[in-house]
């Protein structure tokens, strides 16, 4: 396997000093390829990802397929203006000169991708990889295998081996392609997985960006609209069966509206999944029997007011909440990622914070409220990866904002042109004019030390 990867990497590496993929056409070309290759095998697609997780094609088209393909469209529309070279206003101390910010290409990139939204998370990185110039080696997840089957194949077709390949295979394939040098790093996945990344590349000092998780609290004000709230909730957290690095992971609401809020979710429950959620064709399943028993340790104990109920044959776990967990629960140890809510209420604004105060940075935090003030002053208040007011996940769909962690949900992001910026490092270049040479900064510097003071403190 080792001898393997290492040919590939050398062969990426032969094409990358090639030069091919600095031709801004041939990236542009392959875009557009990826685009109507995806295109044409959309439903192929839709059905890797029920076969995976019995994701409903609603999801797969909105959060996977169309996703990626309004992405590629603006990727490809932008491209050639995104890679020139970006002239900046120059230094009088240079002066003459005219100053640039040359977007390059890293090189041989690594993309190891999860299993939750298995074609986003891989084609989304690679768009990026390939728009700045970079070859790309694309792992993608041991648990989402037809996807990642279906994923081997479109590629194959779009991509020579030498500019991109997919290397199909669990942590033993992970961790082979980690002891190779490459130029670029882009993980998404877990936090403690995250860590394993960070020190693999470390004695390369590999530049890297690592999209992980946290426990993303979702705070409900007393001035919150709880029915419209509630919808929204229901709606994000219940996608992808549960299984979405942004979604609500806790929720936080003020004790007075708290019986308000549980009964309207349970009546979203109800308007989205009907009265059985196993009967419904719009509820996705649990990945795998590892993670279905995790999360099912996580009820036991627990008081759930909605839900509960499981089914290990069809990994089918209802939408559930649970009523003020303790802090030192199972559910409130660390990120949920599945279809469970824990509700804790708060009396004062000391109270909330102490609870978001026991975690380490989220990936997302959402605030309902209809008093602005309050929602400025959380967002002042937490760091956190990005969010939204009055609503849950969406921010992801907006191409201008760049999605990211912070701290321990991880640094970095991307999408749309933040995805060009991730995979391109920045070359600052300073074009000097030759037909003055002004003799200030040169030796024997003599009494011009208050002049160059002044010089540069001014400019
Ligand atoms: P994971 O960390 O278990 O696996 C991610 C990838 O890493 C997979 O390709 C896997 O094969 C590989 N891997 C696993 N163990 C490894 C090891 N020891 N050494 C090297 N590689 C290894 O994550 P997952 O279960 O696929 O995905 C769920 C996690 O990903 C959640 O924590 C979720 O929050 C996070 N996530 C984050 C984002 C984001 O954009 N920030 C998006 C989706 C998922």
């Known amino acids: 396997m080792h001898n393997k990867i290492s040919d590939l990497l050398a062969s990426q590496k032969f094409f990358f000093k090639e030069g091919k993929t600095k031709e801004v056409a041939l990236r542009i070309e392959k875009l557009k390829l990826l685009r109507s290759v995806i295109e044409e095998h959309e439903t192929e697609i839709c059905d890797a990802l029920f076969q995976d997780f019995k994701k409903p094609k609603f999801e797969s088209v909105l959060s996977e397929t169309a996703f990626i393909i309004s992405e590629l469209d603006h990727v490809i529309k932008n491209l050639k203006s995104w890679s020139k070279p970006k002239k900046v206003s120059s230094s009088l101390i240079n002066f003459p000169s005219s100053d640039y910010i040359y977007s390059e290409p890293y ?37 989402a295998l037809n996807t990642s089957q279906i994923l081997a194949d479109i590629l194959e077709i779009v991509f020579p081996k030498e500019m991109l390949a997919v290397v199909q295979g669990g942590v033993p394939v992970s961790e082979a392609l980690l002891e190779e040098k490459w130029d670029y790093v882009f993980f998404t996945g877990s936090v403690p997985v995250g860590k394993i990344v960070a020190k693999a590349i470390a004695p390369h000092l590999t530049p890297s960006t690592l999209e992980l998780g946290g426990k993303n609290p979702c705070i409900i004000h007393k001035s919150a609209k709880v029915q419209l709230a509630a919808k929204r909730i229901v709606w994000g957290k219940f996608l992808n069966g549960g299984q979405t690095c942004i979604a609500p992971d806790y929720i936080l609401v003020d004790s007075s509206i708290k019986k308000e809020f549980i009964d309207a979710i349970q009546k979203e429950i109800v308007a989205a999944y009907g009265a059985n959620p196993k009967d419904s064709p719009d509820y996705a399943r649990i990945i795998n029997e590892k993670n279905f028993y995790r999360l099912a340790a996580m009820l036991e104990g627990e008081k759930c007011p909605i839900g509960g109920e499981l089914d290990k044959e069809q990994l089918y776990i209802a939408p559930t909440l649970i009523d003020e967990p303790a802090l030192t629960s199972k559910v409130m140890e660390d990120e949920i990622f599945g279809p469970i809510l824990p509700v804790l209420s708060f009396s004062s604004e000391e109270n909330m914070a ?45 191409k201008n904002l760049p999605f990211g962690g912070v701290g321990s949900s991880g640094n970095g992001a991307y999408h749309g042109k933040h995805s060009f910026d991730t995979f391109s490092h920045k070359k600052s270049i300073t074009k000097r004019g030759t037909w003055l040479d002004v003799p200030l900064r040169y030796a024997p510097y003599g009494d011009k030390v208050s002049l160059i003071g002044k010089i540069m403190k001014k400019f």
């Open 107 to 143: 090189g041989a990139c690594l993309i190891i991708a999860p299993w939750n939204y298995p074609f986003q998370l891989a084609i989304s990185p690679i768009m990026g990889a390939v728009a700045a110039g970079n070859t790309v080696v694309l792992k993608p997840s041991e648990l």
């Open 354 to 398: 102490n609870i978001i105060d026991n975690y380490s940075k989220p990936l997302a935090l959402y605030v309902f409220s209809e008093d602005k003030s309050f929602s400025e002053k959380i967002l002042k208040s937490y760091s956190f990866g990005g969010g939204a007011i009055n609503d849950v996940v969406i921010q992801v769909v907006n």
